[in-house]
């Protein structure tokens, strides 16, 4: 397996854009979780699923942002409208089960909104 | 919910000497508290674990100890080698129970190692 799968690796947008970032999870992993990482912060979790169902999404800071999983293999967090202080480091990552919950992180998207 | 500390938040030690990290927790049902290293511009990755049923686990040079009854945990490396220079992560979850599966993640440590 290739691991966890992000994309874009870089985004770079206009405040008031829509932004959407999208990760590919391991095959077979039962979770996904996407966090924000900024110096300030450290590493947030905003939102996580389990067998596509959203478990708990009180890390989402507010309605701009919202996360799918149409499927077990593809999650898109999306931020409309954007703006300046959303620039981070997303990061999605996914886990097998409940019982083996080492986290498999991916590369990550860094997102500049100018 | 659950609230991990992590101290110090930067670190610098002189290779060969001993680092360490302390985290604290405040949930006592939090029974995996694993540590992840992020290098600079790269993805955070898993280097140990422990579960509560133990009080330490050692893989080479890092080890973990942990204490239950004080709620806190600690990441030991010895040997220190450049390569250890990074930023490193305590974590803590419930396993074993759907819905309480998350990673609270402490702010992290960036450790860095002195030729």
């Known amino acids: 397996d290739a691991g966890v799968i992000q994309s874009p690796r870089h985004e770079v947008t206009e405040m008031g854009q829509e932004v959407t970032l999208r990760c590919k999870p391991i095959s077979g992993h039962d979770y996904l979780f996407w966090y924000r990482q900024t110096m300030m912060r450290g590493l947030e979790l905003l939102i996580y699923f389990n067998n596509n169902v959203p478990i708990d999404d009180s890390g989402m800071p507010e309605d701009r942002f919202s996360a799918k999983m149409p499927n077990a293999s593809f999650s898109t967090l999306k931020i409309q409208p954007s703006e300046p202080r959303d620039s981070a480091v997303y990061f999605c990552?996914?886990?097998?089960?409940?019982?083996?919950?080492?986290?498999?992180f991916g590369q990550g998207t860094r997102l500049t909104v100018v | 919910g659950e609230n991990v500390e992590q101290h110090p938040s930067t670190l610098s030690v002189q290779e060969g000497d001993s680092a360490v990290i302390k985290c604290t927790y405040s949930d006592s049902a939090s029974n995996y508290f694993p540590w992840y290293k992020q290098e600079l511009g790269k993805r955070p990755q898993l280097i140990i674990d422990?579960?509560?049923?133990?009080g330490e686990k050692k893989d080479q040079r890092i080890a973990v100890t942990l204490n239950k009854t004080a709620k806190h945990f600690s990441l030991h490396i010895t040997e220190t080698q450049p390569e250890d220079s990074a930023v490193y992560f305590c974590?803590?979850?419930?396993?074993?129970?759907?819905?309480?599966?998350?990673?609270?993640f402490g702010t992290g440590t960036r450790l860095t190692i002195i030729p």
């Open positions: 990552a996914s886990s097998r089960d409940s019982s083996n919950t080492e986290a498999f």
């Open positions: 422990i579960r509560s049923n133990v």
């Open positions: 974590a803590a979850s419930i396993i074993g129970f759907v819905g309480n599966e998350k990673l609270t």
